[in-house]
């Protein structure tokens, strides 16, 4: 390289430490270079001490054109393959002030309540939105992706079952990839994984859960109430994976009888990203509560008696004992998560039945158009996906929709899959005709079809929905999510108004560990204060009882106090402490 070329300064600006920073490592640990301290750590069976036949390194600017220019030969084409993945429009003010601002982006986790009230006000908001679509009881502040939060929820319910069953049934109408997942999660578990038809399963004594898809990957929207009251009778925990956009128009599950349901939140304004993974979410009933997996944003009080938020309940290895451990809390999406309830918020209520109706409609009017061109469809009830029997061969309808720039859903069987979506326009309905036309576009329109009237309307359950904000994007905190924030102006409603609200339930949770700690806090003044009675000494600051209205603190009073006297009494932790740093 000579003075005349771009400096190639990436790794020097991004990765690792600098000359300095190496030289004073090596000081301390008394090296002479970095490969000794690889020779001495890095067992010779996996060092390859020869160099790497690279090229050398571009400058960053260079680099990011070569990617753009690799990254053009990508072909984009419409997908019309479901199976929990949609595409979705991506409200501009969502985009420019959460997805491209860093002060929400730069962190994966709210660790620390006093410094990310803005982010832990939308992760409530994502939960109760969660909540209300779902017609469950508790909701957690998301977790990886679809497949595996069923897998989660799996490891709920082995946990909770009141026998010692290791069957868990998956209906065959579930995404093969969580099908998939879930097998590889039960391996180490010692689970055995039945895949099967969920209208002839028997419950016997080894079965402890079952997995059910609603809608399911076909696009069917089944009834499974018959299959919960069978599960329930047999202590087994029906767990429902979900669709939060078509459970704006159809029954929840929390309904029908689900006791855990999981889903993606990916349509709720969030890109596809390339297949994600996208913020999942899980809701439960409140029996689960101490179980869930992941973390639980509730809203308590600070130590000035003010209302402020906090993860209230939270399973990470490195907070609770390994062993009581029922998930890391790394896996799972804080920036998606908060994106999607804003989208909620965007819309309101109204606008996300509106979206969901003209879903249902496209695909009302895709089912009707290729039952008029002779295809055999088996989907009667349904939301947003079609599936249908060509009249001619499948692969040849495959390739020409390829040749359009469609993907379609191929099971294999002589059957396709059609999933449409908010992007969809009438125009991509023509082209699916003429895929299925032999190329040809027929003589109907997919607007003529809804103008007539002659498109069916889908058979779905009871309307629901109830997602918070009607009014729109200004209740959600825009902030930078570091700073923190003034408690939502709605805390006073869920604490007053609704039994099973998570803010009501984990602010009670709240008070029994201050009233837990209080009355711990005591034993130890006491037994401090009879040993300085004993000294005639001075019983320590930290443990004299505070003057004036009671400071409600979790943490710091009861560590000071244990630290002060030597370990001496017992002093109170909660095994979900919501202040630990990470």
């Not at 939060?149 to 969580?178: D, I």
């Not at 609603?214 to 069978?230: H, I, K, N, Q, S």
């Not at 109830?466 to 006073?492: E, F, K």
């Not at 004036?548 to 710091?556: K, L, W």
């Amino acid at each position: 390289m000579t003075r005349i070329d771009a400096p190639a300064d990436f790794a020097g600006r991004h990765l690792g430490p600098d000359e300095t920073a190496v030289s004073s490592m090596l000081d301390t640990l008394g090296y002479t270079s970095l490969a000794d301290i690889i020779a001495d750590t890095v067992p010779a069976s996996i060092r390859r001490d020869e160099p790497l036949d690279l090229e050398s390194a571009l400058p960053e600017a260079e680099l990011l054109r070569e990617l753009r220019r690799i990254a053009s030969k990508n072909k984009v084409f419409r997908s019309f393959l479901g199976m929990g993945y949609a595409d979705t429009h991506v409200p501009a003010v969502i985009q420019r002030n959460i997805l491209e601002n860093p002060g929400w982006y730069t962190q994966y986790t709210p660790y620390q309540a006093e410094i990310a009230q803005g982010r832990l006000e939308a992760l409530l908001n994502f939960q109760t939105m969660v909540m209300d679509l779902t017609g469950m009881q508790i909701a957690n502040a998301s977790l990886l992706d679809e497949a595996t939060a069923a897998a989660e929820a799996m490891h709920l319910a082995h946990n909770e079952a009141k026998h010692k069953g290791h069957v868990f049934f998956v209906s065959e109408l579930c995404h093969p990839q969580t099908i998939e997942v879930v097998r590889t999660r039960a391996e180490p578990l010692g689970i055995e994984v039945v895949v099967g038809d969920h209208r002839e399963q028997a419950f016997g004594d080894q079965v402890f859960g079952a997995l059910v898809q609603y809608p399911a990957t076909d696009g069917r929207v089944l009834d499974y109430r018959d299959f919960a009251e069978r599960a329930h009778d047999a202590d087994v925990s029906v767990i429902a994976a979900t669709d939060l956009l078509a459970l704006a128009l159809i029954e929840p599950p929390g309904d029908w009888g689900a006791d855990i349901v999981v889903g993606n939140s990916q349509r709720f304004g969030v890109p596809m990203g390339f297949g994600g993974p996208h913020a999942a979410f899980m809701a439960a009933r409140e029996s689960f509560k101490r179980k869930m997996p992941g973390r639980i944003i509730g809203v308590s009080v600070d130590a000035d008696g003010e209302p402020a938020l906090r993860m209230a309940l939270q399973t990470r290895e490195q907070h609770i004992r390994r062993e009581r451990a029922t998930s890391n809390i790394c896996t799972a999406q804080v920036l998606l998560a908060i994106m999607a309830g804003a989208y909620a918020v965007y819309h309101g209520p109204e606008g996300i039945r509106r979206i969901a109706e003209r879903v249902r409609d496209q695909a009302g009017v895709l089912s009707a158009g290729l039952g008029l061109l002779g295809h055999e469809l088996l989907t009667d009830s349904y939301f947003d996906t079609i599936r249908v029997r060509p009249d001619d061969d499948a692969g040849a309808v495959l390739t020409r929709a390829l040749e359009r720039g469609i993907n379609l859903r191929d099971f294999r069987d002589g059957t396709l899959g059609i999933a449409v979506d908010e992007v969809t326009k009438a125009e991509d309905l023509d082209d699916l005709f003429a895929v299925f036309n032999g190329g040809e576009a027929p003589e109907f329109t997919a607007r003529s079809l809804a103008e007539e009237g002659s498109a069916p309307a889908s058979r779905l359950g009871g309307a629901h929905v109830a997602v918070p904000g009607a009014r729109g994007l200004q209740q959600v905190p825009l902030r930078d999510g570091h700073a923190p924030v003034p408690a939502p102006s709605r805390v006073a409603g869920p604490l007053a108004e609704h039994e099973h609200d998570p803010a009501r339930l984990l602010h009670h949770e709240a008070e029994c560990h201050d009233a837990d700690g209080e009355r711990d806090l005591a034993r130890v003044r006491g037994a401090a204060s009879v040993r300085a009675g004993r000294a005639g000494g001075r019983l320590p600051g930290a443990l004299r009882a505070p003057r004036g209205p009671a400071r409600r603190d979790h943490r710091v009073r009861r560590d000071v106090a244990a630290a002060q006297l030597g370990g001496a009494g017992r002093v109170h932790r909660p095994a979900h402490d919501p202040g630990a740093p990470p």
